[in-house]
Structure formats: structure tokens, C-alpha cells
């Protein structure tokens, strides 16, 4: 029986947003305000009913069958809907609904079984996805960064390059300086030189032992460590080869990375693909299976009565939709009901109200207007402020320039700190190494004593492996005499089976005649049973005419009686 489904377009129901307008808000000139009003008493729909329809039942053939088909289409949604609380307890509704219903009933859960499997496997193929696509664009944004990075710090080697080159013509300048004056003022000027030379050399180390640093951990990221040098020019040439080499090996391992992670994506869409035409598979045979449970539900409303008359059987999302359609059947009801005239006056009045929302717009526009001048007011002030603390900002940065000096000094006081701490750990390597050494001889003896073990192990291994041999050989040498028997049983069998098979011929064969015989005595029977019949009621019927006829003689005897007594009687 083929099922057909109706569906009907419905329209919206049309929703007035309305806005309160302020009371002492000057009106627009022309008195529109006294039109309004004059426009709205000529219109014949009442305010207070303005979206009931006038009739209360519908009046044609269209649109009660319309009606129908939606409600056919409400008692569907209810029961497919309350199939998950069935299903749980089938054993309860098992008697009310039917074996062929309770079969489909069970055959649907395997089928939405199937499909959350296949939905399950869908899922999982498009989060591997989406997660391989999320490490393609990391790794093409961690590459991006470390290009950037290794630019940035070939700007910084540059500059300092160039400071470099300022400090040495500052300090060759200051060095003939001072020998001029050396020369003029004695000895009191060359302990100021020396004390100048001093701070230089200070600075120097400084900054020898932070490019130092900034290289040690290039070089501990990228997995190599330059030559060290005491020249500023060395040591800047050596950081902008380690830039160089750390940018290019982190280009290049994160493009092998993107172009694995891509071939490993690419790997999923035939995957996907196939999971997705198995899901739309088992998604058409469980519309099929809700189709036929249908099908049994409507030719039996014993079945949906029972189990619509539970309760709670549907979970939020299903009672949810229930709800939807019950107010989507109300809606259509409301447009059925009402003719083109209610609709042309209900216009009318919509017309009207939204007549009046321009109007308030206008004036919430006005109102907007002042309130953007306001807030432009408000980030003009922010932005003042905002000035105050960008100042506030760059006198902390100088702050933070004149700290640098310190940093610096902190940073030589923990070089010195690493290199102590750099013994002490040599010191525990060579500890460590002896205890290593130590327990590579108790490895060594416990190999050769686990070697020894194996061997007589090897041994049990054999002996035991000739014991399964003859086993085997024992074991085929038994299974030969069982098929002789086999054979010689299988022998007296087939004799057996053909003698059989000749009796259940000559059975065969006497069963028809005996059949026959039986049928010819029962036909020999029913006629002799019906002569007995027909004889007795004959026999009746004799008897029944031979009384008739012997009262009949002896009636006539007494007429003929009476007569002769009347003859007498009057002859005397």
C-alpha cells in the first residue's frame, strides 16, 4: 500500500512591531494627526479584535481537506516522535500494537542503530579533517612567524652592526682626545683617561656578553652553535648566518610538514565520501521504515490511541515540535477563516499603524542624532586622555632604557653563575658514568646466566617437540582405523537406506490401495445408510397412510350407521 504525503505552503503570520511615541513630540504640519484619526474611524474593523477572522468554521470543501491533511500531518509528527519511548518499552505495548507492528518496530531500531553508527563514522572522518586543516594553518602561521622573526633579527644584527662601527670611530676619537691632552695637563689627565678606557671596556663586555647570550639561544633552538669571537664584527656576521640558517631549516621543515599533513588530508575524502553515500542510504531506509510503521499505525487506531494517551513519551525537541505544528495549525486556520474583505480592512489598519511608526522614527531619529553628538563629545575626551597616557607611556619606556644597565650587569653576574654550575654537573656526568659502567657488568652477568637458563630450555623444548611428534603419528595412525570404520558402517548404511527406500515404495503403493479400499467401503456404507433411511421412512409413511385410511372406513362405517338408524326412526 503506497503511502502519499501532502504538503502545503503556509504563509507567516504577519507581526506588528509598534513603538510608543512621545506625547509632547511636535507633529509633522498639514493636521496629519486629525487625518489619522479621521482615517481610522472610517475603517470598519474593530482595534480590539483587529486579527480575529469574523467566521468561526470553515465554509469549503478546499479547505477542510487542507485541514485534514495538516491534522494527518500533527498525528504523524506525534507518533514519530514517541517511536524512541516505544521502542524502550515495546514489551509494554507489544500486545496493544500487533506482532507485524512490533516487527517493524524492531527492525526501525536496527536500522537507526545502523545509522548512528554510519553518522558516528561520518563524524569522526570530518574531525580528523578539520583537525589536520587546523595543524595546516598553525604550521603555516608558525612559519610565517619564524620568517618574521628571522627577519626581525637581521634588522637587529644590522643596526647593531652600525652601532658597532659608530662606537669604534667615538672611541678612536676619544683615544686622540685623550692623548692631546695627556700630553698638555700630565699625569692627572692620563688617570682620567685610564678611568674613561675603563668604562668603554665596561660597555664592551656588556654588550659581548649579551649578543653572547641572544646567540647561545639561537643556537639552542635551531640545534647548532656558532664560532665565538672577541671582535663586534665577527660576532654580528656569525648571528646573521644563524638567522639565516634558522630561518631556512624552519621554512623548510614546516613545508614538509604542511605538504605530509596535506597528503594525510587528502587521504579522508575518499573516506568521507563513502561514509556520506552510506549514511544517505541508511537515512532513505529509516524514512522508508517510519513510513510503514505509519502505514500499520493509521489501519490501526487502537494502536495510536494507546499510545497516544501516555504520558511524557517525547523528549524536549519532539514535544517542541508537537507544540510548532499545533500553533502553525492554528495560524492556518486563521488564514482559512478569513475572506479577502477582513484582509483588505486588517491592511487598511496595518497601513495606518505603520503610518504612525515612520512618524516615531522620525522622531527616534532625531534623538539618535543627538546622542552621536554626545558620545563624539565623550571620545573627544577619551582621546585627550588617551594622549596623557601615551606620554605617560614613553617616560616609562625611558625608565625603562635607564634599567637596561642593570640588566646587563645581572645578566654577566649569572654567565658566572653557569659556568660554576657547569662543573658541578661535569662532576655528577662522571659520577653518573661510573655508576653506568657498573651496571653494564651486572648486565653482562645477567646475560650470561639468562643464556645458560635458555639452553636448557632449548633442551625441555626439544624433548617436548618429539613428544608431540609421536603424538601426531599416534594420533593418525587412530584416525585411520576410525575412517575404516567409517566406511565399513557407511556400507551397512547405504544397504540399510536402499532396503528403506524399497519399503517406503511398497508402503507407498499398498497405502494408495489401502486408501481406495477404504473409500469404496465408506461409499458402500452411506448407501446401505441411506436405503436403511429411505426404508424407515417409507415403512412411516405406510404406516401413517394405513391409520389414515382404517379411521377414514370407520368414520364412513358410522355414517352409514347413523343413516340406517334415521330410516328406522322415521318409518316407525
Given at each position: 500500500?503506497?503511502?502519499?504525503?501532502?504538503?502545503?505552503?503556509?504563509?507567516?503570520?504577519?507581526?506588528?512591531?509598534?513603538?510608543?511615541?512621545?506625547?509632547?513630540?511636535?507633529?509633522?504640519?498639514?493636521?496629519?494627526?486629525?487625518?489619522?484619526?479621521?482615517?481610522?474611524?472610517?475603517?470598519?474593523?474593530?482595534?480590539?479584535k483587529?486579527?480575529?477572522?469574523?467566521?468561526?468554521?470553515?465554509?469549503?470543501?478546499?479547505?477542510?481537506?487542507?485541514?485534514?491533511?495538516?491534522?494527518?500531518?500533527?498525528?504523524?509528527?506525534?507518533?514519530?516522535?514517541?517511536?524512541?519511548?516505544?521502542?524502550?518499552?515495546?514489551?509494554?505495548?507489544?500486545?496493544?500494537?500487533?506482532?507485524?507492528?512490533?516487527?517493524?518496530?524492531?527492525?526501525?531500531?536496527?536500522?537507526?542503530?545502523?545509522?548512528?553508527?554510519?553518522?558516528?563514522?561520518?563524524?569522526?572522518?570530518?574531525?580528523?579533517?578539520?583537525?589536520?586543516?587546523?595543524?595546516?594553518?598553525?604550521?603555516?602561521?608558525?612559519?610565517?612567524?619564524?620568517?618574521?622573526?628571522?627577519?626581525?633579527?637581521?634588522?637587529?644584527?644590522?643596526?647593531?652592526n652600525?652601532?658597532?662601527?659608530?662606537?669604534d670611530?667615538?672611541?678612536?676619537?676619544?683615544?686622540?682626545?685623550?692623548?692631546?691632552?695627556?700630553?698638555?695637563?700630565?699625569?692627572?689627565?692620563?688617570?682620567?683617561?685610564?678611568?674613561?678606557?675603563?668604562?668603554?671596556?665596561?660597555?664592551?663586555?656588556?654588550?659581548?656578553?649579551?649578543?653572547?647570550?641572544?646567540?647561545?639561544?639561537?643556537?639552542?633552538?635551531?640545534?647548532?652553535?656558532?664560532?665565538?669571537?672577541?671582535?663586534?664584527?665577527?660576532?654580528?656576521?656569525?648571528?646573521?648566518?644563524?638567522?639565516?640558517?634558522?630561518?631556512?631549516?624552519?621554512?623548510?621543515?614546516q613545508?614538509?610538514?604542511?605538504?605530509?599533513?596535506?597528503?594525510?588530508?587528502?587521504?579522508?575524502?575518499?573516506?568521507?565520501?563513502?561514509?556520506?553515500?552510506?549514511?544517505?542510504?541508511?537515512?532513505?531506509?529509516?524514512?522508508?521504515?517510519?513510513?510503514?510503521?505509519?502505514?500499520?499505525?493509521?489501519i490501526?487506531?487502537?494502536?495510536?490511541?494507546?499510545?497516544?494517551?501516555?504520558?511524557?513519551?517525547?523528549?524536549?525537541?519532539?514535544?517542541?515540535?508537537?507544540?510548532?505544528?499545533?500553533?502553525?495549525?492554528?495560524?492556518?486556520?486563521?488564514?482559512?477563516?478569513?475572506?479577502?474583505?477582513?484582509?483588505?480592512?486588517?491592511?487598511?489598519?496595518?497601513?495606518?499603524?505603520?503610518?504612525?511608526?515612520?512618524?516615531?522614527?522620525?522622531?527616534?531619529?532625531?534623538?539618535?542624532?543627538?546622542?552621536?553628538?554626545?558620545?563624539?563629545?565623550?571620545?573627544?575626551?577619551?582621546?585627550?586622555?588617551?594622549?596623557?597616557?601615551?606620554?605617560?607611556?614613553?617616560d616609562?619606556?625611558?625608565?625603562?632604557?635607564?634599567?637596561?644597565?642593570?640588566?646587563?650587569?645581572?645578566?654577566?653576574?649569572?654567565?658566572?653563575?653557569?659556568?660554576?654550575?657547569?662543573?658541578?654537573?661535569?662532576?655528577?656526568?662522571?659520577?653518573?658514568?661510573?655508576?653506568i659502567?657498573?651496571?653494564?657488568?651486572?648486565?653482562?652477568?645477567a646475560?650470561?646466566?639468562?643464556?645458560?637458563?635458555?639452553?636448557?630450555?632449548?633442551?625441555?623444548?626439544?624433548?617436548?617437540?618429539?613428544?608431540?611428534?609421536?603424538?601426531?603419528?599416534?594420533?593418525?595412525?587412530?584416525?585411520?582405523?576410525?575412517?575404516?570404520?567409517?566406511?565399513?558402517?557407511d556400507?551397512?548404511?547405504?544397504?540399510?537406506?536402499?532396503?528403506?527406500?524399497?519399503?517406503?515404495?511398497?508402503?507407498?503403493?499398498l497405502?494408495?490401495?489401502?486408501?481406495?479400499?477404504m473409500?469404496?467401503?465408506?461409499?458402500?456404507?452411506?448407501?446401505?445408510?441411506?436405503?436403511?433411511?429411505?426404508?424407515?421412512?417409507?415403512?412411516?409413511?405406510?404406516?401413517?397412510?394405513?391409520?389414515?385410511?382404517?379411521?377414514?372406513?370407520?368414520?364412513?362405517?358410522?355414517?352409514?350407521?347413523s343413516?340406517?338408524?334415521?330410516?328406522?326412526?322415521?318409518?316407525?
Amino acid at each position: 500500500m503506497a503511502t502519499h504525503t501532502y504538503t502545503e505552503a503556509v504563509t507567516i503570520e504577519p507581526t506588528m512591531h509598534m513603538k510608543l511615541s512621545n506625547s509632547n513630540a511636535p507633529h509633522p504640519p498639514g493636521g496629519s494627526k486629525t487625518n489619522n484619526t479621521l482615517r481610522m474611524r472610517n475603517l470598519k474593523l474593530d482595534p480590539s479584535k483587529a486579527l480575529e477572522p469574523a467566521r468561526k468554521k470553515l465554509a469549503t470543501i478546499e479547505a477542510q481537506r487542507i485541514m485534514a491533511v495538516f491534522e494527518e500531518s500533527i498525528k504523524r509528527a506525534e507518533i514519530v516522535t514517541a517511536l524512541p519511548y516505544i521502542m524502550e518499552n515495546i514489551y509494554r505495548f507489544r500486545v496493544s500494537l500487533g506482532s507485524e507492528l512490533v516487527d517493524l518496530l524492531n527492525q526501525h531500531g536496527r536500522i537507526q542503530q545502523s545509522y548512528k553508527e554510519a553518522r558516528a563514522q561520518l563524524d569522526h572522518f570530518l574531525e580528523k579533517r578539520a583537525f589536520l586543516a587546523k595543524r595546516i594553518e598553525m604550521k603555516n602561521a608558525a612559519a610565517a612567524a619564524a620568517a618574521a622573526a628571522a627577519a626581525r633579527e637581521k634588522e637587529i644584527s644590522e643596526m647593531e652592526n652600525i652601532f658597532d662601527d659608530y662606537e669604534d670611530e667615538d672611541e678612536e676619537e676619544e683615544e686622540e682626545n685623550e692623548e692631546e691632552e695627556g700630553k698638555e695637563e700630565g699625569d692627572g689627565d692620563e688617570e682620567k683617561a685610564e678611568e674613561a678606557e675603563g668604562e668603554i671596556n665596561e660597555k664592551e663586555d656588556a654588550q659581548t656578553v649579551a649578543d653572547d647570550n641572544n646567540t647561545s639561544a639561537l643556537a639552542t633552538d635551531t640545534g647548532f652553535l656558532p664560532k665565538t669571537s672577541t671582535s663586534g664584527t665577527q660576532l654580528s656576521s656569525d648571528k646573521e648566518d644563524v638567522t639565516a640558517n634558522v630561518g631556512e631549516m624552519v621554512v623548510s621543515r614546516q613545508g614538509s610538514g604542511i605538504s605530509r599533513t596535506s597528503s594525510q588530508m587528502s587521504a579522508y575524502e575518499p573516506r568521507i565520501e563513502e561514509a556520506m553515500r552510506n549514511l544517505g542510504l541508511v537515512a532513505q531506509q529509516v524514512s522508508h521504515s517510519c513510513k510503514n510503521i505509519l502505514r500499520l499505525f493509521s489501519i490501526n487506531p487502537t494502536a495510536m490511541k494507546v499510545v497516544t494517551s501516555e504520558a511524557k513519551i517525547r523528549d524536549e525537541g519532539g514535544q517542541d515540535l508537537v507544540s510548532n505544528m499545533a500553533e502553525l495549525r492554528d495560524i492556518l486556520m486563521h488564514k482559512l477563516l478569513t475572506t479577502p474583505e477582513e484582509e483588505t480592512e486588517r491592511m487598511a489598519y496595518l497601513d495606518e499603524i505603520s503610518k504612525r511608526e515612520r512618524q516615531n522614527a522620525a522622531i527616534i531619529e532625531k534623538q539618535e542624532k543627538e546622542l552621536k553628538e554626545a558620545i563624539d563629545d565623550k571620545e573627544e575626551e577619551i582621546r585627550k586622555k588617551n594622549d596623557i597616557i601615551k606620554r605617560l607611556q614613553t617616560d616609562l619606556h625611558q625608565i625603562e632604557k635607564f634599567s637596561d644597565e642593570n640588566i646587563r650587569r645581572t645578566r654577566a653576574e649569572a654567565e658566572k653563575q653557569e659556568i660554576a654550575d657547569t662543573k658541578n654537573s661535569d662532576q655528577k656526568t662522571q659520577k653518573l658514568q661510573a655508576e653506568i659502567n657498573q651496571l653494564q657488568g651486572q648486565l653482562n652477568n645477567a646475560v650470561t646466566e639468562h643464556r645458560e637458563i635458555e639452553a636448557d630450555l632449548r633442551g625441555k623444548k626439544y624433548k617436548i617437540e618429539n613428544e608431540v611428534d609421536n603424538w601426531i603419528q599416534k594420533y593418525d595412525q587412530d584416525l585411520g582405523e576410525r575412517q575404516d570404520e567409517y566406511e565399513e558402517i557407511d556400507l551397512v548404511y547405504s544397504e540399510e537406506k536402499k532396503q528403506l527406500e524399497e519399503l517406503e515404495e511398497r508402503f507407498a503403493t499398498l497405502e494408495k490401495e489401502y486408501t481406495t479400499i477404504m473409500e469404496e467401503r465408506r461409499v458402500a456404507r452411506d448407501k446401505r445408510e441411506r436405503a436403511q433411511r429411505e426404508l424407515a421412512i417409507l415403512v412411516k409413511s405406510a404406516t401413517t397412510i394405513q391409520a389414515f385410511w382404517r379411521s377414514y372406513k370407520v368414520r364412513k362405517a358410522l355414517k352409514a350407521k347413523s343413516k340406517k338408524k334415521g330410516g328406522k326412526k322415521k318409518s316407525a
